[in-house]
Structure formats: structure tokens, C-alpha cells
């Protein structure tokens, strides 16, 4: 029989609460036997998420982000810097148990398996992608998703970003790539490195479209069938607890 | 003192360090690799406060040796020749 998963499906939320959301859901999972789960979201206003052991000041423009009005969170995962842009661009999380028979023990592997669902997907939207380790999807030779895992209350959680039809140039305005301004000479050279679904389909894609692919390539993958429903009791708990964490000073500007 | 390392394979790993007589009393290590479990990294700084210039490399070896921890674009002597790198700039 085909294994259920429960499927959050597009909650639009500010940076904090994305980032409480997904770790509650971890925390949850053993202790009140929730089920798998799997979210697809977007970042409402949109925001920054820069990697755990990252350094902010180093890696985002923090009066750029004041002006444009972009929240700036740390996640607990590692990994890069990324822009998450309402406008264009869908975050994906995925929680399973570590022993989950589905979920590799290698680290490295079990990138690979979730990677390979949001690889599978997006054949169905004619995007024809492939896994870089160790943790970026790529297409046509650039960077159309990067992911990031950590382990922990038993659990592998993994989340990543799909870029949909991001807005790059805002993009290196609110994350420090390099010392020199944004001239349009640097953004052909980021342009030559990262893309998007648009971009790389050269034809406009709604949400919806992307969002339906995404779907298919974790149920085909997993062989799983997704069931929307919403967060326990208990997980909204923890998302109000962890709310505070992700918008202390103590937690954003720990390095 | 400051260093910034392009790991090869693709991640960046950066620190910063100050010293007084010869021994390492500040560091932050920072940058986009994975080490699991994520706090370890704070165990990792401290280890390597208090260690003379030329000692820190037996420090972290020592660290890892002594750990649990799983690294992922990242390896031990990266952490080794970061802080190297920054020390040899003063």
C-alpha cells in the first residue's frame, strides 16, 4: 500500500515564521508521532536565509534589505545564502525520520534522494535538471535549486529553494557576492551561474504549474500520496516558541 | 586577522582570529559547509581558545578525534589551514 504523507501545502508566511514552522515539524515528528511531511512555500515579504555557520554582515547587505523591506533569518540548516523572493520562487521542506526505510543513512545520499524528487518533478514541466553535489540542483549547467539538511530530534529535515522567476538583480542587491557594486557586468556573470524555470524554459510558468510538478516528483519518488492537512496543536506550540529564537539578535547575529 | 578559503570543491570557509602573546584568545570560523551536528562548532572554537600559534593544528586534530561530528563540503585540514592562513597575515 501506498505510504500517506502529510502535505502543508503553500503557506505564505514572513521568514521567522517559515523557518519556525519547519523546525516544529522536526521537533514534533517522534515525540507526538506526526506524520512524514512534506511543504511547499512562499516568503511573505520576501526574505534572506543565510546558512547556519554564516556570517551575516559578510554575506548579506543589511541596509539594502532595511530599504527593500526584506526580513533576514539564520536557518538551522548550513549551507549558502539565499534570496527567497515571493515573486519567484517556491521553498520545499521535507521530514522524515532518520530510520525512515525511504531516507539513505548517508548524508550525502539522502541529498541525492530528495534532490531526485524535486528532479523528477520538474521533468513534468519540461526542466531537465540534475543533482550537483553536495547539495545544488542544476540545469542547462546553472543553479536552479540549492538545498540544505541537518539531523537532529531523530529526524532529517532538508529544505531548499526552487527558483521560479527570481528577481536577480534584487537578488545580488540584498546578498553581498562580492565587494564590487552591482554593475551589470556582475549580474551577466551571476546570470551566467544561476538560473531560473522561466528563464531556462524561455516561456512563462505559473506557481500553480510548478507547485503540481513539485507534488508529482516527491509522490512518484517516494511512492508516497501527499494529504494536505494543516500543523497539530503541538507543532503551532513550538512555532510560537521558536518564533522568538529565529527573530532574537542572540540567534541572527551569532557570527 | 581575517582569512577567507575557497574549500576546492566549491564551499567557502572564512575566519576570523586574535592573538596575544602568541596564544589564540578570539576566533570565529564561519562559511556555507555543513557539519552535523551544528553546534559542534561552537565545541570547535572552543577548543582551539587558549592554544598557542603553534599548536592549534593538534588542537583541532585532536577535536575531531575526539568528536562525533559529520563534515560535508568541508574537511578537518580546512579548518587548519583557515586559521593558518589569517595567522601568517599578521
Known sequence: MTDQWRLIDMRIENAPTQMAIDEAIAMARLRYDTPNTIRLYRWNPSGVSIGYFQNIEKEVNLPNCKKYGVDVIRRITGGGAVYHDYNGEITYSLVAPENDPKMPHDILESYQVICSAIIHGLKYIDVESEFKPVNDIIAGGKKISGNAQTRRHGVVLQHGTILVDTDIHRMFEVLRVSEAKISDKLIKAVEDRVTNIRRYLDTDISFQEVHDALVRGFEETFDIELVPDELTREEDDYVKQLYDKYTSKEWVFQR | ?90
Open chain 2, 1 to 90: 586577522m581575517k582569512a577567507e578559503y575557497k574549500i576546492p570543491g566549491g564551499k567557502l570557509l572564512a575566519c576570523t582570529v586574535e592573538t596575544q602573546n602568541d596564544v589564540i584568545n578570539e576566533l570565529k570560523i564561519s562559511g556555507d559547509f555543513f557539519m552535523h551536528p551544528e553546534e559542534t562548532i561552537g565545541k570547535l572554537e572552543r577548543a582551539i581558545l587558549g592554544s598557542k600559534v603553534t599548536d592549534y593544528p593538534d588542537r583541532i586534530r585532536g577535536f575531531f578525534k575526539n568528536t562525533k561530528v559529520t563534515l560535508l563540503g568541508v574537511a578537518e585540514d580546512d579548518f587548519i589551514n583557515v586559521i593558518k592562513i589569517a595567522l601568517d597575515a599578521q
